[in-house]
């Protein structure tokens, strides 16, 4: 009995004692997975699997918690072998044990980072933009106000691609072929170069905010030389004075399927030349019928600055149709919230059940956008200054009223005067409405004083 324990301990002991190890014995094949310490460097050892693969690891005595430590050295190649594995220790231990341990305690939290998949960067990345923070106007709202957008392109098309992979895996060439497929319509939908451009700025921003210090979730970013998208060719859809009348009158027919309230939101685009989200969600505190304006706070606008847009006779005529008793003007279904940001390009497109405003008109397709594109043409062709239509539209405007250029840097800092610019949109708008009612046929309005419209209930 005591023959058969002396026989069996010094096997144990030889599998995983402590020899003088050399390169030899990290390329040696094994039939099971072993241990070899080294007797020249304590601490140090080699762990070989089955597949032949050598890896360095040392153990030490964490002093901060009293616990042994595994670090994590290299794996076995001619470039890395003993001598430099020992070398390694060497140089960790003259750091002393407190900050050796640190060390690998650091590497252990890069590991983990380095491990997350996509699914999670996406996720904790969607978390951060739409954190509220206080902006410029003293108001708290998401970090990125467009989260929603940028979190459904992450999960619409980087999520059941690249989801399940580990995020600091990911190369430019994955990147590279999940925008070719978008542009090819393989991943679900229509082909579009638009989707894929989406998805491109979508992921450069969630892979460098993933390789900030601090996260160091990847070494870098994937999406950097890609091979270059195809251009997108811009809507150039303009309404005919036959369209606009076709539409205006249209809009009014009792037997439309869709509500007036949507009807008279398309009127209005049209007449003020505001985008879908700046105009549905008017309030009544935000109509001034002193001086006939409407103030769009920076929130809804694109560009996020006030929008102090004058409203002709006919854009009054309008607003105090749709306004009615309630506090906003472009009311859903219960009148107490406005309506959504859809409803109109829902309205003129229709859907599964009912005939969009298009189809029942007879017009050539067309979206709440090229109402503003209709508006802007015809001013321009009236002969209107471009400056005063480009105000209009609440784009920055690069030239004067003589078409000399202004210095980009003018108006978006120097320049904060309101009052000018509202009696340059004022007479654009103004001739717009002339023109309109003419188009539609409906005789020219007297002078009337704006604060004598209704816009109280």
Sequence with gaps: MTDTTTTTQPAKRARNSSVILTDRMCEKRVAKRVKIYDRKCPGL??????????TFSFKFTDPKTGKQRTGWLGVYSPTFAVEDARSR??????????????????RKVRQVKRGKTVDDIIEERIGWIKTPVRKPDGEMRARIESWENVASHLRRFLSPRLGKKVASEVTKHDIATLSNDIVAGKLG????????????????????????????????????NLPKLDDEHPRTRVLSED??????????????PWDRKTRLA?????????????????????LNAGNGTVDIPARRVKRRRVIHQPLSDLAMEIINEAMGNYAYAFTGR?????LSRSSMHNALRGNAKTKGICELLGLKPFTPHDLRRTAATMCGELGLPESGISLCLDHQSSKDENGKPLPAITNRVYNLATRNRVAKKRAVLDAWAVELRRIIGEPPVKAIDRSELRLAA
């Design 266 to 286: 398309l009127k209005f685009a049209l007449t003020t030349m505001l985008r879908s989200g700046e105009l549905l969600p008017i309030h009544r505190d935000e």
């Design 45 to 54: 050892y080699v762990s070989i699997t089955t597949a032949g693969v050598a």
């Design 189 to 224: 939908g229509k082909a579009s170069v638009s989707n894929a451009r989406h998805m491109r700025r979508a992921a450069s921003g969630l892979f460098n905010w993933a390789a900030e210090a601090g996260r160091d979730y990847v070494s870098a970013s994937p999406c950097v």
């Design 243 to 256: 369209e606009i009348r076709t539409l205006w009158h249209g809009l009014d027919r009792e037997d439309m």
């Design 334 to 338: 219960f009148g107490d919230a406005p």
């Design 89 to 106: 220790v060497y140089g960790l231990r003259g750091t002393g044990a407190a900050a050796m341990a640190e060390t690998f305690r650091d």
